[in-house]
């Protein structure tokens, strides 16, 4: 069965440490992996996905098939990284998306 | 980018009344769209997927016959919550995939739905 676990419900972090957000997931295929991310008040947002490989505001995430996992991090957290973050699994372009339940990251001052 | 809107953002409605979100790609087009409900503190819900053209498939657990989802075009999809209950006061989000593109979704800015 398709699911992605977080951890964490709330991670709380201070401002300049490193940060790393949790998510495995299971799936039995080749899944597209997603973090997505509401700052307050805000729609929520697409971070980053795995296929791209890219870091965007700082954050990456690697896909381990091996451990299946997709943790999302950051080596020096900034006040403005608070929100909330999904991580998200999909199986294919047009299969529904299932998300974690979801973790709220709060930077220290 | 993509835009997804949603209206209306807020509505307050009578015990048994029927309300009606709608969810529009502004400037793409989306074969399926996605309906989720979140509950405080806890995670998205995916309630169904709206398929332009044909009916939606709804999650396990989710009635079909209280959450009408209608896909008219490839543009809007809508959810009508029927015979509203306070229990069915919630935030609901939906999303949408851009026909043509590789898995990323769009979200609208989400409705809190609040039944007196």
């Known amino acids: 069965a398709q699911r992605v676990t977080q951890p964490e419900k709330l991670l709380s972090v201070f401002k300049g440490a490193p940060v790393e957000l949790k998510c495995n997931y299971s799936?039995?295929?080749?899944?597209?992996l997603f973090w997505y991310v509401q700052y307050s008040r805000q729609r929520l947002q697409l971070l980053l996905r795995?296929?791209s490989r890219e870091s965007i505001k700082g954050f990456t995430a690697d896909l381990n098939k091996g451990e299946t996992s997709f943790h999302l991090k950051k080596p020096f957290a900034q006040e403005e990284d608070s929100a909330m973050y999904y991580c998200a699994l999909s199986g294919s372009r047009d299969d529904k998306i299932i998300f974690g339940k979801g973790t709220r990251l709060h930077i220290l001052p | 980018g993509a835009v997804v809107s949603q209206h209306p953002s807020r509505v307050i409605c009578k015990s048994g009344t029927s309300v009606k979100i709608e969810c529009r790609s502004l400037d793409f087009q989306a074969t399926t769209m996605f309906w989720y409900r979140q509950f405080p503190k806890q995670s998205l819900m995916l309630m169904a997927t709206?398929?332009?053209?044909?009916?939606?498939?709804?999650e396990q657990g989710v009635e079909k016959d209280k959450f009408l989802i209608n896909h008219a075009s490839l543009t809007l999809s809508t959810l009508t919550v029927t015979s509203a209950h306070p229990e069915d006061s919630s935030f609901y989000i939906c999303?949408?995939?851009?026909?043509?593109?590789?898995?990323?979704?769009?979200f609208g800015e989400g409705s809190r739905l609040t039944v007196l």
């Open positions: 795995h296929i």
């Open positions: 999303s949408a995939h851009r026909d043509g593109s590789t898995g990323e979704l769009f």
């Open positions: 799936y039995s295929g080749s899944p597209e």
């Open positions: 709206s398929n332009e053209g044909s009916k939606a498939t709804y």
